[in-house]
């Protein structure tokens, strides 16, 4: 029998902090090619703007394959719906049967990213990280740097977004996670950190 979890369920067992870990594995076993990764599919649209994604893979010789879909509708903004939503479907693979149903409005495709850029950090950045530059003010930057959090020392940012007023909502509400952020004028400005 097919299972179906909600955001709230996911969200209950998944620990971002675990996910990087996880994410580091999946790298290490895409790049020895023990990974299934077929092209990603794409729905455009014109009016309203938006696109879906469609992705799907397995580690090979695994228990389950995924197939997920990811939609961005940004003019969603101005209906005060969020901008992405999506979900993924889980299958047994010896069998093809679905599994389970994870309508996870995206969040799991939102801690995943940020969980690759903590790997990125992890092993790219230089040991005396002493500030972080955030080109952005939305879902992701703030993904980012809780991603981080376990990663570096420093809670110190610099934020540009082309909403000042965004940027300072993302500052206000990292600085609620211990963070401190600037925001300043000028994409430049975060490329000087």
């Keep these: 029998m097919t299972q179906i979890f909600q955001e709230d369920a996911i969200r209950s067992v ?53 197939v997920k879909i990811a939609s961005g509708f940004y003019r969603n903004v101005d209906l005060g719906l969020p901008v992405s939503d999506g ?13 389970a149903i994870l309508l996870d409005k995206g969040w799991l495709t939102e801690v995943r990213t940020g969980a690759a850029g903590a790997v990125a950090a992890r ?36 934020a540009w977004s082309r909403a000042r007023s965004r940027a300072g909502a993302f500052a206000a509400e990292m600085s609620g996670d211990g963070w401190d952020v600037a925001v300043v004028d000028a994409p430049a400005d975060v490329a000087a950190v």
């Design 14 to 66: 998944v620990e971002p902090d675990e996910v990087v870990d996880a994410m580091e594995q999946g790298f290490v076993d895409y790049s020895r090619g023990l990974v299934d990764v077929p092209p990603v599919g794409l729905l455009h649209f014109e009016d309203p703007p938006g696109d879906v994604h469609i992705k799907y893979g397995r580690v090979v010789g695994g228990s389950t394959y995924v």
């Design 87 to 99: 979900s993924m479907l889980l299958y047994d693979s010896e069998t093809g049967q679905l599994l």
């Design 123 to 158: 092993h790219l950045a230089p040991p005396d990280v002493a500030r972080v530059g955030v080109l952005g003010s939305g879902v992701q930057a703030r993904f980012q740097l809780r991603a981080l959090e376990p990663i570096l020392e420093s809670r110190s940012a610099v």
